[in-house]
């Protein structure tokens, strides 16, 4: 019987609790009792492995078709790999070409933020905005303090 241990899965999505138990189902000792730490692990580990999937998934179709929407979902899953400097080089080639994609100033930001580089990111969210992003619109409004000086 496989088992997970665990006092609380509150924290989690339902997304990641169908996972969770679907990896334990598939992949895993059915003898053994899984503690939280244990099937969280596992999950990541499969989550890297698609990550990584999609990663090269992106990279033919970008060399078959140069469209931005390829880097910029590349650029997703490097971020979820937490490969910053790969992300910021394929967005910044994004900008290169179209440097009105508010999508690549939005992820942009969110990378700038996640390293601690909070003015930057919120410098970017607002070029982000000025592109027409609404996702960076509303991370600018959440994580970016605006001062009205008269």
């Not at 692990?41 to 992106?58: A, D, G, H, L, R």
């Not at 982000?128 to 991370?139: D, T």
Request: aromatic share 8%; proline share 1%; with cysteine.
């Amino acid at each position: 019987m496989k088992k997970i241990v665990s006092s609380n899965f509150d924290f989690l999505t339902t997304e990641d609790k169908i996972l969770i138990k679907k990896i334990i189902i598939e992949k895993v000792d059915p003898e053994k009792t899984y503690s939280l730490s244990d099937a969280l692990e596992i999950m990541q580990s499969v989550k890297s492995e698609k990550f990584e999937e999609s990663i090269k998934s992106f990279s033919v179709a970008y060399d078959l078709n140069k469209s931005s929407t390829y880097l910029i979902n590349r650029a997703v899953s490097l971020i979820n790999l937490k490969d910053y400097a790969s992300a910021e080089k394929d967005l910044n080639t994004v900008l290169s070409k179209e440097n009105s994609n508010g999508r690549a100033y939005e992820l942009l930001g969110s990378i700038n933020r996640l390293k601690g580089k909070n003015i930057s990111a919120c410098e970017l969210w607002e070029k982000g905005i000025l592109a027409g992003s609404e996702e960076s619109k509303r991370l600018k409004e959440k994580y970016c303090i605006t001062l009205d000086i008269n």
